[in-house]
Protein backbone atom coordinates (compact mmCIF):
# COMPACT_ATOMS: atom_id res chain seq x y z
CA UNK A 1 0.00 0.00 0.00
CA UNK A 2 0.93 3.49 -1.13
CA UNK A 3 1.70 6.25 1.40
CA UNK A 4 -0.55 8.60 -0.03
CA UNK A 5 -3.69 6.15 -0.37
CA UNK A 6 -2.81 4.90 3.59
CA UNK A 7 -3.03 9.36 4.57
CA UNK A 8 -6.36 9.25 2.60
CA UNK A 9 -7.52 6.10 4.32
CA UNK A 10 -6.42 7.84 7.61
CA UNK A 11 -7.70 10.78 6.90
CA UNK A 12 -11.21 9.76 5.85
CA UNK A 13 -12.04 8.12 8.84
CA UNK A 14 -10.91 10.43 11.48
CA UNK A 15 -13.75 12.95 9.25
CA UNK A 16 -16.45 10.24 9.41
CA UNK A 17 -15.52 10.02 13.22
CA UNK A 18 -15.37 13.61 13.44
CA UNK A 19 -18.66 14.39 11.70
CA UNK A 20 -20.75 10.89 13.38
CA UNK A 21 -19.71 12.28 17.05
CA UNK A 22 -21.23 16.19 15.85
CA UNK A 23 -24.48 14.75 14.64
CA UNK A 24 -24.94 12.77 17.98
CA UNK A 25 -23.56 16.07 20.05
CA UNK A 26 -26.23 17.67 18.69
CA UNK A 27 -29.03 15.28 18.22
CA UNK A 28 -28.73 15.33 22.45
CA UNK A 29 -29.63 19.03 22.46
CA UNK A 30 -32.92 20.06 23.90
CA UNK A 31 -35.70 21.15 21.56
CA UNK A 32 -36.18 23.82 23.21
CA UNK A 33 -33.14 25.24 22.09
CA UNK A 34 -32.98 24.62 18.59
CA UNK A 35 -34.88 27.58 16.00
CA UNK A 36 -38.38 26.70 14.91
CA UNK A 37 -40.16 28.99 12.96
CA UNK A 38 -44.35 29.58 15.14
CA UNK A 39 -46.79 31.96 13.37
CA UNK A 40 -48.84 33.73 16.31
CA UNK A 41 -52.62 34.37 15.55
CA UNK A 42 -53.57 37.48 14.80
CA UNK A 43 -55.34 39.34 17.88
CA UNK A 44 -58.71 40.85 17.75
CA UNK A 45 -60.05 38.15 15.16
CA UNK A 46 -62.91 36.98 16.78
CA UNK A 47 -60.65 35.17 19.14
CA UNK A 48 -60.18 36.40 22.84
CA UNK A 49 -57.73 33.63 24.51
CA UNK A 50 -59.23 33.56 27.50
CA UNK A 51 -61.86 30.38 27.68
CA UNK A 52 -63.08 27.77 25.40
CA UNK A 53 -66.82 27.02 25.78
CA UNK A 54 -67.65 23.18 25.46
CA UNK A 55 -70.94 23.98 23.42
CA UNK A 56 -73.35 21.21 22.70
CA UNK A 57 -75.57 20.57 19.75
CA UNK A 58 -78.65 21.91 20.63
CA UNK A 59 -79.48 24.74 22.71
CA UNK A 60 -79.80 24.34 26.65
CA UNK A 61 -80.52 25.83 29.98
CA UNK A 62 -78.20 23.60 31.44
CA UNK A 63 -74.50 25.33 32.47
CA UNK A 64 -71.30 24.75 29.73
CA UNK A 65 -68.39 23.39 30.79
CA UNK A 66 -65.16 26.40 29.95
CA UNK A 67 -61.29 25.45 29.42
CA UNK A 68 -59.27 28.55 30.84
CA UNK A 69 -56.84 29.46 28.41
CA UNK A 70 -54.94 31.87 30.55
CA UNK A 71 -53.62 33.98 26.67
CA UNK A 72 -52.41 30.73 25.08
CA UNK A 73 -53.24 29.69 21.36
CA UNK A 74 -54.95 26.30 21.68
CA UNK A 75 -53.26 25.27 18.92
CA UNK A 76 -49.63 25.67 19.69
CA UNK A 77 -49.45 26.64 23.32
CA UNK A 78 -47.53 29.88 22.84
CA UNK A 79 -48.54 32.90 25.15
CA UNK A 80 -50.12 35.03 22.61
CA UNK A 81 -52.13 37.39 25.47
CA UNK A 82 -49.97 38.20 28.27
CA UNK A 83 -52.40 40.03 30.26
CA UNK A 84 -54.52 37.05 31.01
CA UNK A 85 -53.78 34.38 33.42
CA UNK A 86 -55.39 33.02 36.64
CA UNK A 87 -58.98 33.84 37.58
CA UNK A 88 -62.15 31.50 38.66
CA UNK A 89 -63.57 29.12 36.48
CA UNK A 90 -67.22 30.02 36.29
CA UNK A 91 -70.00 27.85 34.43
CA UNK A 92 -71.14 29.66 31.12
CA UNK A 93 -74.81 30.28 30.44
CA UNK A 94 -75.66 29.72 26.62
CA UNK A 95 -77.52 33.16 26.11
CA UNK A 96 -80.11 32.79 23.29
CA UNK A 97 -79.61 36.06 21.00
CA UNK A 98 -82.41 35.76 18.78
CA UNK A 99 -86.48 36.85 19.95
CA UNK A 100 -88.57 35.02 18.44
CA UNK A 101 -92.52 35.97 17.72
CA UNK A 102 -95.03 36.10 15.34
CA UNK A 103 -95.13 38.93 12.45
CA UNK A 104 -98.49 39.33 11.85
CA UNK A 105 -100.15 42.27 13.17
CA UNK A 106 -103.57 40.83 13.89
CA UNK A 107 -101.80 38.06 16.64
CA UNK A 108 -100.47 39.36 19.71
CA UNK A 109 -97.10 39.40 21.18
CA UNK A 110 -95.23 36.51 22.38
CA UNK A 111 -95.29 37.02 26.33
CA UNK A 112 -92.35 35.36 28.50
CA UNK A 113 -92.20 35.09 32.24
CA UNK A 114 -88.95 36.05 34.02
CA UNK A 115 -88.29 33.32 36.58
CA UNK A 116 -84.81 34.78 37.54
CA UNK A 117 -81.97 37.01 37.22
CA UNK A 118 -79.09 36.49 38.58
CA UNK A 119 -74.68 37.09 38.28
CA UNK A 120 -72.96 35.43 35.24
CA UNK A 121 -69.31 35.30 35.81
CA UNK A 122 -68.41 35.16 32.03
CA UNK A 123 -70.25 38.60 31.59
CA UNK A 124 -70.68 41.67 33.07
CA UNK A 125 -74.02 42.72 33.61
CA UNK A 126 -76.88 39.87 34.54
CA UNK A 127 -78.59 36.77 33.46
CA UNK A 128 -82.33 36.39 33.01
CA UNK A 129 -83.63 32.89 32.83
CA UNK A 130 -87.35 33.31 31.06
CA UNK A 131 -90.07 30.62 29.78
CA UNK A 132 -93.14 30.58 28.08
CA UNK A 133 -95.23 27.02 27.87
CA UNK A 134 -92.13 24.44 27.74
CA UNK A 135 -89.54 26.79 26.39
CA UNK A 136 -86.66 27.90 28.35
CA UNK A 137 -84.22 30.44 27.41
CA UNK A 138 -81.48 32.99 28.43
CA UNK A 139 -81.04 35.93 27.96
CA UNK A 140 -79.27 39.79 29.03
CA UNK A 141 -80.97 41.50 32.04
CA UNK A 142 -81.64 44.76 31.72
CA UNK A 143 -81.82 47.32 34.15
CA UNK A 144 -85.10 46.86 36.24
CA UNK A 145 -85.92 43.31 35.01
CA UNK A 146 -86.88 41.23 38.14
CA UNK A 147 -88.67 37.53 38.98
CA UNK A 148 -92.17 38.34 37.81
CA UNK A 149 -91.99 40.53 35.22
CA UNK A 150 -93.63 39.62 31.58
CA UNK A 151 -91.66 40.41 28.40
CA UNK A 152 -93.38 41.07 25.07
CA UNK A 153 -91.50 40.11 21.31
CA UNK A 154 -92.97 41.30 18.01
CA UNK A 155 -91.30 40.89 14.83
CA UNK A 156 -94.13 42.92 13.18
CA UNK A 157 -94.14 46.93 12.27
CA UNK A 158 -97.07 48.67 12.66
CA UNK A 159 -97.72 51.77 10.49
CA UNK A 160 -97.74 53.94 13.94
CA UNK A 161 -95.30 53.34 16.71
CA UNK A 162 -95.73 50.88 20.00
CA UNK A 163 -95.35 52.02 23.34
CA UNK A 164 -93.05 49.07 24.57
CA UNK A 165 -92.00 48.19 28.09
CA UNK A 166 -88.59 47.57 29.80
CA UNK A 167 -87.66 44.21 28.32
CA UNK A 168 -89.60 43.63 25.33
CA UNK A 169 -87.70 43.20 22.20
CA UNK A 170 -89.82 44.94 18.95
CA UNK A 171 -88.04 46.19 15.11
CA UNK A 172 -86.32 49.33 14.89
CA UNK A 173 -89.21 50.40 12.65
CA UNK A 174 -91.66 49.98 15.41
CA UNK A 175 -89.91 52.17 17.97
CA UNK A 176 -90.57 55.40 19.07
CA UNK A 177 -87.56 57.80 18.60
CA UNK A 178 -85.58 58.89 21.49
CA UNK A 179 -86.42 54.76 22.56
CA UNK A 180 -83.44 53.23 24.67
CA UNK A 181 -82.41 50.26 23.38
CA UNK A 182 -79.79 47.50 23.93
CA UNK A 183 -79.04 43.93 22.05
CA UNK A 184 -79.43 45.45 18.59
CA UNK A 185 -79.14 42.62 15.34
CA UNK A 186 -76.48 44.02 13.03
CA UNK A 187 -78.33 42.77 10.17
CA UNK A 188 -81.59 40.84 10.15
CA UNK A 189 -82.29 37.45 11.76
CA UNK A 190 -78.19 37.56 12.95
CA UNK A 191 -79.15 37.99 16.50
CA UNK A 192 -78.46 40.55 19.48
CA UNK A 193 -74.85 41.72 17.97
CA UNK A 194 -74.52 44.71 19.53
CA UNK A 195 -74.54 46.54 23.33
CA UNK A 196 -73.96 43.40 25.21
CA UNK A 197 -71.61 44.89 28.39
CA UNK A 198 -73.40 45.98 31.36
CA UNK A 199 -74.72 49.12 31.85
CA UNK A 200 -74.60 50.30 28.42
CA UNK A 201 -77.44 51.69 26.30
CA UNK A 202 -77.73 52.54 22.28
CA UNK A 203 -80.92 55.49 21.30
CA UNK A 204 -83.17 55.32 18.41
CA UNK A 205 -82.03 59.11 16.74
CA UNK A 206 -84.26 59.32 13.34
CA UNK A 207 -85.81 57.51 10.45
CA UNK A 208 -84.50 57.54 7.23
CA UNK A 209 -86.84 55.96 4.57
CA UNK A 210 -86.48 52.04 5.61
CA UNK A 211 -83.51 52.86 8.24
CA UNK A 212 -83.45 53.46 11.63
CA UNK A 213 -80.46 55.34 13.42
CA UNK A 214 -79.11 54.84 16.31
CA UNK A 215 -77.03 56.37 18.55
CA UNK A 216 -73.81 54.14 20.11
CA UNK A 217 -72.50 54.95 24.03
CA UNK A 218 -69.38 56.32 22.15
CA UNK A 219 -71.43 59.05 20.33
CA UNK A 220 -70.96 56.76 16.71
CA UNK A 221 -73.86 56.69 15.02
CA UNK A 222 -75.24 53.50 12.81
CA UNK A 223 -78.00 53.40 10.29
CA UNK A 224 -79.81 49.87 10.23
CA UNK A 225 -82.47 47.98 8.71
CA UNK A 226 -85.96 48.13 10.23
CA UNK A 227 -86.11 44.99 10.68
CA UNK A 228 -83.49 44.46 12.69
CA UNK A 229 -84.72 43.14 16.35
CA UNK A 230 -83.99 45.09 19.85
CA UNK A 231 -84.58 44.88 23.33
CA UNK A 232 -86.37 47.76 25.53
CA UNK A 233 -84.26 49.07 27.98
CA UNK A 234 -80.79 49.84 29.86
CA UNK A 235 -78.90 46.97 30.85
CA UNK A 236 -77.88 45.85 34.49
CA UNK A 237 -75.05 46.17 36.77
CA UNK A 238 -74.76 49.78 36.05
CA UNK A 239 -71.98 50.15 38.86
CA UNK A 240 -69.75 47.55 36.84
CA UNK A 241 -67.51 50.02 35.41
CA UNK A 242 -67.12 52.04 38.43
CA UNK A 243 -66.84 49.48 41.28
CA UNK A 244 -63.05 49.30 42.19
CA UNK A 245 -61.23 46.11 42.27
CA UNK A 246 -60.24 46.79 45.73
CA UNK A 247 -57.00 44.27 45.95
CA UNK A 248 -54.79 42.69 43.62
CA UNK A 249 -55.82 39.34 44.73
CA UNK A 250 -59.36 40.51 43.54
CA UNK A 251 -57.68 40.87 40.23
CA UNK A 252 -56.19 37.60 39.43
CA UNK A 253 -59.71 36.46 41.01
CA UNK A 254 -60.97 37.98 37.67
CA UNK A 255 -58.41 36.36 35.26
CA UNK A 256 -55.90 39.63 35.23
CA UNK A 257 -52.06 39.00 35.51
CA UNK A 258 -50.03 41.32 36.90
CA UNK A 259 -48.48 44.29 35.40
CA UNK A 260 -44.27 44.12 35.81
CA UNK A 261 -45.00 47.40 38.57
CA UNK A 262 -41.60 48.89 36.78
CA UNK A 263 -41.91 52.76 37.98
CA UNK A 264 -41.15 54.90 34.58
CA UNK A 265 -40.12 58.58 34.47
CA UNK A 266 -43.00 60.89 32.97
CA UNK A 267 -40.70 62.96 30.74
CA UNK A 268 -43.38 64.23 28.82
CA UNK A 269 -43.34 62.53 25.32
CA UNK A 270 -46.70 61.01 25.55
CA UNK A 271 -48.19 64.06 27.90
CA UNK A 272 -48.01 66.62 30.59
CA UNK A 273 -45.16 66.27 33.03
CA UNK A 274 -46.16 66.17 36.48
CA UNK A 275 -44.01 68.85 38.71
CA UNK A 276 -44.67 69.26 42.41
CA UNK A 277 -46.29 72.67 42.95
CA UNK A 278 -43.65 75.97 43.71
CA UNK A 279 -43.34 76.84 47.88
CA UNK A 280 -44.95 80.00 48.65
CA UNK A 281 -43.10 82.88 47.79
CA UNK A 282 -43.35 85.77 50.16
CA UNK A 283 -43.10 89.30 48.45
CA UNK A 284 -41.74 92.42 50.38
CA UNK A 285 -41.97 95.88 49.11
CA UNK A 286 -38.94 96.91 50.22
CA UNK A 287 -37.20 93.91 48.15
CA UNK A 288 -38.63 94.90 44.89
CA UNK A 289 -38.06 98.08 42.95
CA UNK A 290 -41.33 99.58 42.80
CA UNK A 291 -41.78 103.09 44.65
CA UNK A 292 -44.89 104.86 45.31
CA UNK A 293 -45.74 107.55 43.09
CA UNK A 294 -45.21 111.06 44.27
CA UNK A 295 -48.28 113.02 44.53
CA UNK A 296 -48.36 116.69 43.24
CA UNK A 297 -51.21 119.26 44.44
CA UNK A 298 -51.97 121.85 42.08
CA UNK A 299 -53.25 125.03 44.16
CA UNK A 300 -56.79 125.74 42.53
CA UNK A 301 -59.40 127.37 43.76
CA UNK A 302 -61.41 123.85 44.20
CA UNK A 303 -58.73 122.74 46.63
CA UNK A 304 -59.74 125.61 48.82
Given at each position: ??T???A??????????????????FS?????Y???????P????????????HF?D?Y??????I???A?R?????R???KG?G??????YH????I???P???N?P???EKV?E???D?C??????????????K?????ENM?P??????H??????PV?P?E??????GALPIGT??????K?P?????????A?TV?????RD????I??????K?????E????T??R???IEH????????Q?NRE???R????????????F???IR???K???I??S??P?K??EVI????????
Amino acid sequence: MSTTMLACRVFGQKVSNFVGSTISVFSQVPRRYRWKLVKYPEIGRGKAFRRIVHFKDEYTVEPLKITNLAGRDPATGRVVVKGIGGGIKHKYHWIKWIRDGPKDLNEPPKEEKVLEVFKDGCRTCFVALVGTGRELKYILATENMKPGDIIRTHLGIPRNPVRPSEGDAYPLGALPIGTQVNCIEKYPGMGGFLIHAAGTVATVLKRDGDRVIIQMPKRKTFSLHETCMATVGRLSNIEHASTPVGSAQKNRELGNRPRSGLWQRKTGRFGRKIRPPPKVKRINESDGPYKHPEVIVLNSIHNI
